[in-house]
């Protein structure tokens, strides 16, 4: 046991961190990120996402991009490992992002998989260069964890695919170029089997893109509106009726591509305990804090040590555990609990509303109000439960009353 | 970055776990607490034969001079065997506290002996209800004498070796005494894991030699190793408290189905997998600084103590509700591990003692980075 580098993973280690201290501001300390220049509030994210687009165009010309894709499409032939040791040196950096996810993250890997060569080549080196941003138009009001309950209908004639319902909690969609796209080719099969999944520009005409406040005040995600959008046949992902299996590909890297929930976490809680007061002593002095000090330090150090044991799984080259889920479950829960119970101990002044970036109570706020959000994305707090006793214990699927039945026969959506 | 154990020090833990299933630990655990004997003779001589009482010992005191990560895999197997033996007693706590000692005289004289399970030693330091710290000793030691009152001390009635707390001057340090010295008594007590035995013990100006006197902070050393490796045995017994759970949720039908594909028993046993995943993590963690003498070894024990109580208790708990009216029975083992993650979470000191030791420990080191 030791948590020394390869002679190999050293090598790789300074070349990239030489790189980016040639090209980036590093961090003072952990809470020393990256803020954009211009902050326009109201999903007016311009600024940061220019700069993100930037930084990922920086990369991808010094080969830092995709670390893990081929270089013919735009990435470095890495291994897994090195793109962890990325990973760890970029994030001593002060350097934007939260943008490119769904595409390099997502759309990507899936295109990786079912485009044809040519649209390989077209489409990744671009994704990889940073400048075109991709969305994912899966969930629908019908249909989030039930993602297979998708009625958006794609109708074939020709060669060309009619498109016609609705998207919503879209991330994103305001602002992207492209998308993959689920949708229900037909309506008389059962569920999973008539499915279809394609990607598209999201300047095709028929488009509509409204977006939703979020309880956080800002508006990131949106609802997407199809009205006869054409898609050549082309641009289909997988065999029609098939678009599940192509859809499971994509989630399944959504997994990987969400990681710890973003916000307050045991050291702001740490130091905000040691400032606070309570009954007239700091409140890190009172038996109660101390415990859930002691609860959260556990659940931290036991996040950081599980994503250890799986890069020295990666570096020995095994396949890491399906601890994914677990990540999710655990810091975002967290985050919530330490934002609450943070404001609990700045009492009546944790109310007022801040806006400043640097003020503490911003923070606790912000994470209070982000967290039910983490909880949801990507998969509910239950569906992830059900993935680590199915998936990591090998225990049955839930009973399901929908799975051979016409799809047009199943009840779904609020009835209220 | 090798942030696991190595090929040999799996290879010995699973030579260990074959071991205990081969020897039907479990049974024999259920043996002991329904029998009169206080520990499975057999079972000892069986360990003692593998080599196990004698891996951190240096070769040149009659051990195999292996170091604490060894240690570490052996002692999930016991957590996982739940075996009815003094081994955490001897081992992790007397062995370790004589390791740990700058006294050659005593290191000479017991460790070969402890190697070889001729003697069994036992840590005595609880004194009254109440957590045990490093400080709070009122047994004293003076002038080569030990006197006072020690409760509830593991495989007390067991060993012929103990390691006792006890103040010297205005320190409190550790020194050894002998079963059989003049004025030490030794009074059996019922254990509310009757697969262990536990007994009081009361010295009165018996012969003790010094271990370590010069400074309170070897107790505390002491209990920091002993965490992590009682986290390890704590994590073996919920992994297979979690297993046990699975198992019968599988085989078990209720309402025309396996109670397996009820989402409420699936989510339990999610539950369970993520804290003992944390454990396990924090575990790995612990036996690095344990097995490094790292300076993040204060904040390392106590995480890996804190989490996998935790873990432990919550499967062996959740265990017996996933049996129903089955795990209510004396007849199935849920109980037994219940037993033993209670006696396991009170050895070293509580949750909240250990718990409130996290906190400072991080306040002392300013972790995290
Ligand atoms: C911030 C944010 C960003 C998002 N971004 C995107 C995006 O970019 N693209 C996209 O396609 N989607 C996106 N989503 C949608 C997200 O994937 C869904 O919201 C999520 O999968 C839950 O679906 P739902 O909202 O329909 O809730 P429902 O599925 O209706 O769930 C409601 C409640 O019922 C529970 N539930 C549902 N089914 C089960 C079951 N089988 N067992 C137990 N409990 C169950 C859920 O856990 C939840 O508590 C985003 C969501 C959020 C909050
Ligand atoms: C102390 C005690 C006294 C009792 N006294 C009596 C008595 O006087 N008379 C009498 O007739 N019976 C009595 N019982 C029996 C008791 O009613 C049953 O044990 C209880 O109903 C559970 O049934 P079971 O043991 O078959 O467990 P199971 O039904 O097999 O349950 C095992 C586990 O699966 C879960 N489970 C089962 N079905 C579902 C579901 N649909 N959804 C979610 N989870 C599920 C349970 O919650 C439990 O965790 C007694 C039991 C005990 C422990």
Not at chain 1, 256 to 272: M, P, Y
Not at chain 1, 290 to 311: F, S, V
Not at chain 2, 329 to 335: G, K, M, Q, S, V
Request: proline content about 3%.
């Amino acid at each position: 046991m030791d948590f020394n580098d390869t002679a190999e993973e050293a090598k790789f280690r300074k070349e990239a961190s030489d790189w980016l201290s040639a090209n980036a501001e590093k961090k003072e300390h952990s809470r020393d990120v990256y803020r954009p220049a211009e902050m326009t509030g109201e999903g007016g994210e311009s600024s940061a996402l220019q700069d993100a687009k930037d930084w990922m165009t920086k990369k991808y010309e010094a080969g830092w991009a995709c670390l893990h894709w081929p270089k013919e499409y735009g990435g470095r032939d890495a291994t897994a490992i090195e793109r962890v040791i990325w990973a760890q040196e970029e994030s001593k950096y002060k350097v934007p992002g939260g943008f490119h996810e769904i595409g390099q993250g997502m759309a990507g890997p899936t295109m990786m998989l079912y485009a044809t060569e040519e649209q390989k080549k077209q489409y990744l080196p671009p994704m990889a260069k940073g400048q075109e941003i991709w969305c994912q138009l899966f969930s629908e009001p019908g249909a989030g964890s039930d993602l297979a309950g998708i009625k958006t209908k794609a109708e074939l004639d020709g060669d060309t695919w009619t498109i016609n319902g609705q998207k919503v909690w879209t991330s994103g969609a305001h602002y992207s170029d492209y998308a993959i796209l689920v949708t229900r080719s037909d309506f008389n099969a059962p569920k999973h089997k008539g499915l279809t999944y394609f990607f598209l520009d999201m300047k095709s005409p028929g488009i509509e893109v409204r977006p939703i406040r979020q309880i956080t005040g800002g508006a990131n995600f949106n609802e997407v509106y199809f009205t006869d959008v054409k898609i050549p046949d082309s641009q289909r992902l997988g065999e029609v009726g098939d678009g599940w299996k192509v859809a499971l590909t994509t989630l399944m890297n959504e997994r990987l591509a969400v990681g710890d929930a973003s916000g307050v976490d045991f050291q702001e809680i740490f130091e905000l305990t040691k400032e606070s007061d309570f009954n007239g002593e700091n409140a890190i002095s009172n038996g109660g804090v101390r415990e859930r000090l002691a609860d959260w330090y556990c659940e931290y150090a036991g996040l950081k040590y599980t994503k250890m044991r799986n890069i020295s799984a990666l570096s020995r080259g095994d396949t890491p555990g399906p601890d994914a889920s677990i990540t999710k479950i655990v810091s975002a829960n967290k985050l919530q609990d330490i934002a609450n119970f943070g404001m609990d101990l700045m009492d009546n002044a944790s109310i007022i509303k801040s806006d400043d970036k640097d003020d503490i109570r911003a923070l606790f706020q912000g994470s209070l109000l982000g967290a039910p959000l983490i909880r949801i994305a990507g998969g509910t707090d239950e569906i992830l439960r059900n993935i680590i006793a199915e998936q990591v214990l090998g225990m049955p699927q839930d009973v399901r009353v929908d799975k051979t039945v016409p799809f047009n026969e199943i009840p779904s959506g609020s009835k209220n | 970055m090798n942030f696991e154990f190595s090929d040999d020090q799996l290879v010995m833990k699973e030579e260990v776990r074959k071991l205990f299933e081969k020897e039907d630990s479990v049974k024999r655990n259920r043996n002991i607490l329904e029998g009169d004997e206080n520990f499975d003779k057999d079972l000892w001589n069986k360990v003692v034969e593998m080599g196990l009482t004698a891996i951190t010992i240096p070769e040149e005191h009659g051990g195999i001079g292996l170091g604490f990560l060894e240690l570490c895999v052996v002692a999930e197997e016991m957590g996982r065997a739940i075996a009815p033996i003094p081994y955490s007693s001897s081992v992790y706590l007397a062995t370790t506290a004589i390791i740990n000692s700058s006294n050659d005289d005593v290191k000479k004289e017991y460790l070969p002996k402890l190697a070889a399970g001729e003697m069994i030693g036992t840590f005595a330091h609880s004194e009254e209800l109440g957590t045990p710290t490093s400080d709070n000793a009122k047994t004293t030691f003076q002038n080569g004498k030990l006197s006072g009152e020690k409760i509830a001390v593991p495989d007390g009635d067991i060993a012929n070796l103990f390691v006792v707390s006890a103040k010297s001057g205005d320190k409190v340090g550790l020194f050894l005494v002998d079963a059989d010295s003049k004025g030490v008594e030794v009074s059996k007590a019922e254990c509310f894991d009757g697969s262990r035995s536990y007994a009081n013990i009361s010295f009165k100006d018996a012969d003790a030699e010094i271990i370590e006197d010069s400074s309170s902070e070897a107790i505390d050393k002491l209990l920091n190793q002993a965490a992590v490796l009682f986290a390890f045995e704590q994590v073996g017994g919920a992994e297979a408290s979690m297993n046990m759970a699975k198992e019968y949720a599988m085989g078990r039908y209720a309402f025309g189905r396996q109670i397996g594909s009820f989402q409420a028993i699936k989510h339990k046993l999610a539950d369970m997998y993520i804290s003992l995943t944390l454990a396990r993590s924090n575990c790995y963690f612990g036996a690095w600084a344990l097995g490094n003498d790292a300076p993040e070894l204060p904040v390392a024990a106590a995480t890996a103590r804190v989490s996998a109580t935790k873990a432990f208790y919550e499967c062996s708990k959740e265990n017996i509700q996933t049996h129903g009216g089955m795990g209510a029975t004396w007849e199935f083992d849920c109980h037994l591990f219940y037993r033993r993650a209670r006696l396991l979470s009170a050895n070293i000191g509580g949750q909240s003692l250990w718990k409130d030791k996290l906190v400072s420990s991080i306040e002392r080191s300013n972790l995290p980075q």
